[in-house]
């Protein structure tokens, strides 16, 4: 569930990189979606752990989108926007299959 949701927030966020939102502000939005798709569903240590990791991970990307958008060659730019985009929905599908269990 919290995988689908990561998917579909993040879709809009990269939309809302263009109105000229801050990445931090973005990783804000998807730590509070995606910490929202799985209140209740870990324990409090691995939650806050879990949205720590998505807020690092996002903001991260999000910086690297905004850094290399007005680089002379948009080469970079599209690899890390595909790239990141495959990253960190793998890291999201590894946590909730291997680390917590396909069960929840």
């Excluded at 990561?6 to 990445?23: M, S």
């Excluded at 007005?70 to 946590?95: E, K, N, P, S, T």
């Amino acid at each position: 569930m919290a995988t689908l949701v990561t998917v579909l927030t993040l879709v809009a966020l990269v939309r809302l990189c263009d109105l000229g939102f801050k990445p931090l502000e973005l990783a804000l939005f998807l730590m509070v979606i995606a910490g929202a798709a799985q209140w209740g569903l870990l324990p409090l240590q691995r939650w806050l752990l879990d949205v720590a990791g998505t807020f690092t991970l996002s903001a991260a990307w999000f910086w690297s989108l905004q850094a290399s958008d007005h680089i002379g060659g948009q080469g970079l730019h599209w690899l890390l926007l595909i790239g990141g985009f495959v990253l960190l929905l793998g890291a999201r599908l590894y946590v909730d299959l291997i680390v917590y269990g396909a069960g929840f």
